[in-house]
């Protein structure tokens, strides 16, 4: 495992981090679906332990994420070895009379961490991010001021944004004090590569790139008829004409595994930390052999700027 520096943050976190979104099964914000399907406790326990033991110091995960189950397993898989990892989470989303809204007041911000903070098992967090407001009215600089009171009390180490469009990104970092972004990021959803990248990169700001296998579909084991479970959020994000549209892209990238050990999900996460302005992905994992595949990609040896043009233009 290779380690970076998560921007002006000055920690060193695993090149591959551990998303653990996955891990918390079923849940709902309203009425919209949100998880991943089940997902077994002993063997996400599992998963965790197999990341860890891989060298993977870095887990990012939310209140969000199975109604809290995923920081619940997080801290119960990592209660013994809670010095030696970076755990990042998330606050914004609520449920109010059966509506999903966001919710990025000082007051929740303040309530919601004591909830997480308890269910993780810790006396701190060391990334907490506001997690994907959907437009930029919602950055609220109460928001921003709750992170800062929260960093003085001791009960978080740094603040970041988990931004939903990339568009976001340039902005934050114009206009906030976050010291991270989250972002979504992958071989076919390239656009943090047009000014969110250079603009982080320039500002010293650690980026930390999620959903780089493409919810899946970068692993290369999906066809054009692949169907998700109900109670997958996949099933209502991904049309049946945007799964084969998906499909059919990822076949152009077998030159990327061609003659090689790697499997087309390590060449995936491979290209996003080709990227310099990357300090960590964070693909999810359910299972422990998902865990050490992922954290096998980062065996030293990253995608060649040939390599990298060559999916970019495979992929235009």
Known sequence: MQYRTLGRTGLRVSEVGFGAWAIGGPAK???VEVGWGEVEESVAL???DAAYDAGVTFFDTSDAYGAGRSEQLIGKALKTKRAQVVVATKVGNRTIEGKWIKDFSRAWILQAVEAS???LGTDYIDLYQ?????DTAAYLPEAFEALAALKRQGKIRYGGVSVGPAAHGPWV?????ADTIQVVYN???REPEQTLLPMALKHNIGIIARVPLASGFLSGKFGPDTSFAPNDHRAKTYSPEKVRQMVAQVQRLGFLIDGKTKTLAQAALQYCLANPAVSVVIPGAKTPEQARANAAASDGVLLTADEVARARTALA
């Open 29 to 31: 914000l309203g009425d």
């Open 117 to 119: 903070l308890a269910r």
């Open 173 to 177: 970092i114009q206009n906030t004090p």
């Open 187 to 189: 071989m076919l959803d």
């Open 130 to 134: 506001l997690h994907s407001p959907s």
């Open 46 to 48: 599992r998963a965790i």
